[in-house]
Each structure stands twice: as C-alpha cells, then as structure tokens.
C-alpha cells in the first residue's frame, strides 16, 4: 500500500477542500437567506395590525351562580305555591267550622222553638176538661174528696 493510494494526492484532497468550502459558502449562504427571511416574516407578523381578542375566561363561576339562581327561583316558586295551597285550605276549613258552628246554633234555636211549640201543645192537649167544663169538672172534684 502506497501513501498516495491510502492518503491521497495532494491535488486531490486540495480539490475536495476546495470543493467542500464552495458547499459550506453556498450552505452558509441559504442559511443566512432563510434567517433573514424568518427575521422578516417575523417582523412583519409582529408589526401588522391584529384585532386584541379577549382571554378565554373560564365561566364556571358564571355558569354555577345561573343555574343556583335558577334553583333558588324554582324553589321559590313551588314553595310559594305550597304555601298558597295550605293557606288555603286552612281558610276553608275555618269557613267549614264556622258553617257548622251555624248550622249548629241554627239547629239548636229550632231544637228551642219545638220544645216550646210542644211544651204549648202538651199543656194544651193536657187538659182534662175543655175551658168551658172546668166549673164543673172543680165540683167533681170536691165531690170526690168528700
């Protein structure tokens, strides 16, 4: 094995050396292109006029307090209507015992009066004599007692 054959010749390597510094240059030379072209996009993007668009905000909170509110309204409202309920029947049951108590006094004011109507009967229909006897029916009675 001879030197030229395992390190090469001069000329050659120098010519590979050559070579590689024009790829390296034309390399070094697409690189700078492309970092001056994102450099200049990247201007460019930062300095055009964009619209400011409002943070994403979570609206858990929001959310939350409208579906309590909504509860509370709806609990509100059946409770409010229970308790119109009751209050209403607690109004008819006191209409109902103040009809009955009526009913009851009215009851018993014609309880009187027929009590009285045939107490006036009994005392009438009790007579032994008629009125127009009674003179009569008193001499019987002495007679008897003697």
Known sequence: ???KAEYGDKTERG???AELEVQEAALKQVLGDFRMSVHAWSDSAYSRPRQVLKAARHRVWQ???GWALVCVLMVGGVSGGLFERQHKQQLARIEAARQAEQLRLAAEQRAREEEELLAKV????SREVPAAMEPLAT???EDEAR
């Open 1 to 3: 094995m001879s030197f």
């Open 15 to 17: 010519h590979e050396q």
């Open 63 to 65: 959310r939350t307090a």
């Open 122 to 125: 009994d005392s009438d229909v």
């Open 139 to 141: 001499l019987m009675d």
